[in-house]
């Protein structure tokens, strides 16, 4: 369906029109799922680092895929997490993920949903902010 951006012509409350046009145009948003579910798995030594606020994955309407929470490397592997097919990048994507003390890593998520962080041993990471299309 093609976006209508039009508001009904009557009515007097705009934002309930506008809210009716956005709900007609627009489908409900995923739940975010949680790393080590849903298809997804936590790499070798690579843990959740906050069970208030967990490392999950969800897709939005548009086909963009969103990364949130904090990883914590427990070990000394460069391979944070595993992606479900369905949220794949269309091609290679690298973003820069940083840590509360300042430092900024490497942060890669190939075609296969396969992940590389440059944080070494002991490292944590945050990955709010990645956001990437889907294949």
């Keep these: 369906m093609a976006f209508d951006p039009t508001l009904p012509a009557t ?3 705009k934002f309930g029109d506008l809210y ?5 145009n627009f ?21 959740n680092a906050n069970a208030e606020y967990p490392a999950g994955f969800m897709k ?7 990364l949130r929470g904090m990883a914590h490397n427990d070990g000394n592997t460069n391979y944070p997490i595993t992606l479900p097919s369905g949220f ?9 993920a940083c840590y ?9 998520i ?4 396969t992940t590389f962080c440059g944080a070494g041993f002991g490292a944590y990471i945050y990955l709010d902010g990645i956001t990437f299309k889907a294949a």
């Design 27 to 47: 489908t409900e948003v995923e739940a975010w799922t949680n790393i080590g579910s849903g298809g997804s798995t936590w790499g070798t030594d690579w843990v």
């Design 60 to 66: 939005d309407p548009f086909g963009f895929v969103h």
């Design 88 to 96: 794949f990048p269309e091609q290679h994507v690298t973003f820069l």
């Design 11 to 13: 009515g007097v409350n």
């Design 100 to 108: 509360g003390s300042g430092s900024v890593y490497l942060f890669a």
């Design 20 to 24: 009716a046009v956005l709900r007609a």
């Design 110 to 113: 190939h075609t296969d949903g």
